[in-house]
């Protein structure tokens, strides 16, 4: 039996595809003039300094320290220690020639007893970064929650009580009447069906919790929360820009059996559409009604189905599923097609998935505005003697990836910008810093940061693009 976590599903078939480091070709910076460059981080994943200015402990924190749940006992306490080295990180933003940031702010940094007495140095840190990027022209995107909520909530049924849903409003409020002044774009959640899915359905990552009846009460409650935090950000500030992030993956059929095509019906509207069928069409898809209905209290569609200025798509790769009974949703991850290439966390690589994905945005949840607001890859990036780390296959996927953008603008998907997954290495859930995303190598023993390949590659191809004035 596979150990459950997406992490170890997928085959480790990695096959090193490499193309040698170039210079973008013309082709590839086409897009529109004012589309947005950015790079993306998550408090958790690089903030470190767990126990500085006051923040409580997030359910991440009690995650981590707890024996055999993370990989190699790695924790987040220090990471990147980017909440002391942030100004040197937004520089790498600016000579990369970004123009927009997404970062998140951390719950319990803010209401370091998820509720309650709000911690002012916490949001000291976030208007510091927020002032430093304004001042390098860099637009900061803010996401109010990846996935670290204060463990004192936790403590109150986290995710699976729905007054959660209340407080996360509340939260959002506090942190708009200190930034919104100069924060335009406002994320709510990210990726709430990999939260509920891996957090609360498997167990493999924090709060530790598992089975059907919480991932349920969780996609519904972030749902919710969701719902509730759009309506009290456009009651504090009209003129905000509000939306929130979901992995948007393809669904594929592991072979051609009906069994596991009758499985892709259902798992499809588990991780996708129950995120974005009650946001953009006020229901649960047909497949999984009834699973989210006893969840279900009088308004609640209503709450949730609250327009939105856009959406963010995290893509990284096609999911292959099978009909599999006795798994937590009847179906599951399943074989991949001969021939396909993989990273080196084992995720197939198909950049026509994100086509796919940004097409059925446009066809069926009405071509709202969307960002790529992740996406990336994983590979093992040793510092090479001459001291570069030479991430060939990170600039192919890359590459790859920006093609099938310019195949979706083409095809008339509202895509407005894409940020890539990450700005730095990173500690990488339950993976610890065994799996490297970033365009900036960072050696964790000396914090020192080293643009790799693929960061020049992503230089070039936006200095080229804006020094030639693109269309
Ligand atoms: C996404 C997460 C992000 C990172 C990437 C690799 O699902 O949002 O934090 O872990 O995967």
Same mark, same amino acid.
């Given at each position: ?51 500085? &200015? ?45 123009? $927009? ?46 996935? &670290? ?200 690589? &198909? ?17 709202? &505005? ?37 195949? $979706? ?63």
């Amino acid at each position: 039996m596979l150990r459950l976590s997406r992490r170890t599903l997928l085959p480790m078939l990695a096959s090193a595809f490499s193309l040698r480091p170039q210079r973008a070709s013309a082709a590839e910076y086409e897009f529109p003039p004012d589309f947005v460059w950015g790079a993306s981080t998550s408090a958790y994943q690089i903030e470190g300094a767990v126990d500085a &200015d006051g923040r409580g402990k997030s359910i991440w924190d009690v995650f981590c320290h707890t024996p055999g749940k993370v990989k190699n006992g790695d924790t987040g306490d220090v990471a990147c220690d980017h909440y002391h080295l942030w100004r040197d990180d937004i520089a790498l933003l600016a000579s990369g020639g970004f123009n $927009a940031y997404r970062f998140s702010i951390a719950w319990s940094r803010i209401l370091p007893a998820g509720e309650g007495a709000v911690e002012q140095r916490g949001l000291d840190f976030y208007d510091r970064l927020v002032d430093g990027l304004i001042a390098r022209n860099i637009t900061p995107w803010l996401c109010l929650y990846h996935w &670290d909520l204060p463990q004192a909530w936790q403590e109150k049924g986290g995710w699976l009580n729905r007054d959660v849903a209340e407080k996360f409003a509340d939260y959002a409020r506090i942190v708009a009447r200190r930034l919104a002044d100069r924060v335009q774009h406002w994320a709510m959640f990210n990726e709430p069906n990999v939260h509920a899915l891996f957090g609360h359905g498997f167990g493999s990552h924090a709060p530790g919790i598992s089975g059907l009846p919480n991932m349920l009460a969780a996609i519904h409650h972030q749902n919710l929360a969701a719902g509730r935090a759009l309506q009290a950000l456009r009651a504090e500030r009209a003129t905000l820009r509000l939306g929130t992030v979901s992995s948007v993956q393809p669904v594929r059929p592991s072979s051609d059996r009906a069994e596991d095509r009758a499985a892709v019906a259902r798992f499809d509207a588990m991780w996708n559409g129950a995120i974005l069928d009650p946001l953009f069409k006020g229901g649960y898809p047909a497949a999984v009604a009834d699973d989210f209905a006893p969840l279900i209290v009088n308004g609640d569609l209503q709450t949730i189905k609250q327009p939105v200025d856009f959406l963010g798509v995290n893509y990284y790769a096609p999911m292959y599923v099978a009909h599999a009974p006795r798994s937590l949703l009847g179906a599951w991850f399943g074989a991949t097609p001969p021939g396909m290439r993989f990273t080196a966390f084992g995720w197939p690589i &198909d950049a026509g998935g994100l086509t796919d994905a940004l097409i059925r945005l446009r066809d069926d949840y009405g071509n709202p &505005d969307v960002y790529v607001t992740e996406n990336g890859a994983c590979y093992d990036d040793p510092l090479g003697a001459d001291g570069v780390v030479h991430d060939a296959d990170r600039i192919a996927y890359l590459r790859e990836h920006l093609a099938a953008a310019r195949a $979706a603008l083409a095809a008339k998907c509202n895509l407005r910008g894409y940020f890539l997954w990450s700005l730095l290495d990173n500690f990488e859930w339950a993976e610890g810093y065994s799996r490297r995303f970033g365009i900036v190598h960072v050696d964790f023993a000396s914090q020192k940061r080293t643009p790799k390949a693929s960061y020049r590659w992503v230089e070039d191809l936006i200095a080229r693009r804006v020094s030639a004035g693109t269309p």
